[in-house]
Every structure is written in C-alpha cells, then in structure tokens.
C-alpha cells in the first residue's frame, strides 16, 4: 500500500499541565478529502498547526507527505497549501500585489493558476484587502493556497464567518478545485451538512480524543435512531454501543454505531421498533453529546428513568 498522505500516530498535545489531544490517530489516502469535525477547542487547530510544523507535538509520529514537520517545517510548508482560521494577509495589499508578494516564496507557484482563481472566485485584483468582505478574503485565502498547486491542502474552518450562501459557494469552488486537481485535502469543520457534500471521510475529535474515523456513506449505513416503546426496552437487549438514549412521550429514542446487529437482535426477540435515518449533523451529535446513560436493567427502573 502507498504511504498516506497525511499520517498522525498517537499524538499527544498539551500546553501547561492541560492535556488537549491523547492519542490520535488518523491516516488520509492520497487524493481524499477529509473532515476532522469537531465542537469548539475540541483540538482542530492544535492538530492542524502541529501537521504544519508550527507548534510541535509531545508524542507521537506526524508526517505530511512523507516528511516529519517537526524537523523539517519548510519542505511541508512546501506542498502543503494552508488556509488559516484567522488568517491575517497585509490589508494594505491588492489580491494581485499578494500573488506576486507569495510567488517568491514558491517555486511552485503558478501565476496564471492564480489570476484564474482570483477571477473565477470573482475578487477584485486591485482593491485593498483590508477592504474585502468577509467572504471575498476567505475566497483570496483559498486562492493563495491553491496557486501553488500544492499536492496537499489544509484548510482550517474555512467556512467560519460565512453566510450560508457564501458557505455553499465556497464549498463549490473548492469541490470544482478538487475534482480538477487531484490534491488530498484535509478539512476542518464544526459544520456537518456542508461538509456531507465535500468529504469522502470524517474523524469526530471530541475533546482531544477521536471518537470515530469513517467514510460517510458508512457513518449513515452505520449510526441509525431506533424508536421502540419504553416498555419494550426492558425486554430488549442493550445495544453494544449505545451513543444516545433518551425517553421521549412513553418511547425509548437511541442512538447506536452498530444499528444492522441491533436490528437483528430487535428482530430475533420480535421487539417492534420504528428505525430513523440521521443527517451526519445528528450522527456527530450523537457522538459528541449523546448521553447512553440510563438504561433500565429492570421494568421498575424504566419506569423510574426520565429524560
Ligand atoms: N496557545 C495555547 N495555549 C494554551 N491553550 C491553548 C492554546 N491554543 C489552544 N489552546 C487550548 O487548546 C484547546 C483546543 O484548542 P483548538 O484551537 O485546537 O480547538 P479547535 O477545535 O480548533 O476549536 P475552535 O473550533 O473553537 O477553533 C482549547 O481548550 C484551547 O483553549
């Protein structure tokens, strides 16, 4: 098999006695895209900025393209093209002016990849930066690190601050973007339904930990709500892993990761229920705040548990 793209083994952060991330693990196929979802401060950027070689891990193996950026920070900001969170570009610049300002520090760089960005991206080539919208500096930003045809691209909550119109058309330009190049691209979101459309696969970081790496046709195949009376739930069987359990109007509502065995548990025992398809925005929520706590052992204790 070839080497991933991006590779991080049992990675451990933390700044000052506060642990941030433990133990991640995560492997992107060339040529992927892929969403690391996460709640805020779950250690989205912490993760990015150690892939980039700005901060260094406390343990573990990271390589991006084949390279260790803690030793060699230059060679993967190379091909790597990076979209910051807060991105801070000279105000007083033009979009043309900032091309020209970044083509010396990339061989790479492509001039005429660049004017074609910033006009398909419709951005102004000379109006100050300081005086672009919101959404037209995210645009320059994504065009600063594409322009470079980098083999890798990073971008780090790209869509953060945008309108919902702006968000889809941002998510637009960047599918086009991959669909032409080829480039293995790692996304970081706490927005689900857009990334649903972009990636071929999600890892939920949630506080430092990933809870769940998968493609998202399996996360739906995979993660489904059962509904089955609360006194069903008594007899029925316990889901081997359980995300969510809540009591809703007399009805049992849980969440499971393994919902194809638990239909065939539910079947086998003649339990009625009712199965629920979830958005991925569910699925991560699931995986983030679902509360599997409560399950009655007895039909005394499921009478006595309340959501
Ligand atoms: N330089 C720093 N010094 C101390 N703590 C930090 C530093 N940078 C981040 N943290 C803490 O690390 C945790 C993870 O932060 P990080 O920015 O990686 O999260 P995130 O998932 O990117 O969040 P968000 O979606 O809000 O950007 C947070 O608790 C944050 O307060």
Redesign the pocket.
């Known amino acids: 098999m070839s080497e991933p793209a991006i590779l991080l083994d049992n990675l451990a952060k933390s700044?000052?006695a506060?642990p941030?991330l433990q133990d991640v693990s995560l492997e992107i196929p060339a040529g992927q895209t892929f969403a690391l979802l996460?709640?805020?401060?779950?250690?989205?950027?912490?993760?990015?900025?150690i892939l980039l070689g700005l901060?260094a891990a406390n343990r573990g193996v990271v390589r991006v393209g084949g390279v260790d950026p803690a030793k060699q920070p230059i060679a993967v900001r190379k091909q790597v093209g990076y979209l910051a969170?807060d991105q801070t570009m000279y105000p007083w610049m033009t979009p043309s002016e900032l091309c020209r300002f970044l083509a010396g520090f990339y061989p790479t760089w492509d001039s005429a990849w660049a004017r074609e960005l910033l006009n398909r991206f419709e951005l102004p080539l000379h109006a100050r930066i300081g005086r672009l919208s919101k959404g037209q500096t995210v645009k320059l930003g994504l065009a600063a690190a594409l322009a470079h045809r980098p083999p890798i691209v990073v971008l780090?909550?790209p869509a953060?601050g945008l309108d919902p119109v702006a968000r889809k058309e941002f998510n637009r330009h960047l599918v086009e973007h991959l669909q032409a190049e080829g480039s293995t691209v790692l996304y970081?979101s706490?927005l689900l339904d857009e990334v649903e459309a972009v990636a071929d696969g999600v890892a939920i970081?949630d506080r430092?930990q990933i809870v769940r790496t998968a493609n998202t046709d399996v996360l739906r195949e995979e993660v489904k709500q059962f509904v089955l009376s609360w006194e069903a739930i008594a007899e029925a069987p316990r889901p081997q892993r359980l995300l969510d359990l809540r009591r809703h109007e007399g009805q049992a509502v849980l969440i499971t990761d393994n919902a194809a065995n638990y239909q065939r548990q539910l079947d086998a025992q003649q339990i009625d229920y009712e199965i629920v398809n979830l958005t991925l925005d569910e699925v991560f929520e699931a995986y983030v705040i679902g509360r599997p706590e409560g399950w009655p052992d007895q039909p005394a204790a499921a009478a006595a548990v309340s959501a």
């Open positions: 700044y000052g506060h941030v996460g709640r805020n401060g779950a250690g989205k950027t912490t993760t990015i900025r901060i969170e780090d909550d953060m970081s706490h970081l430092g």
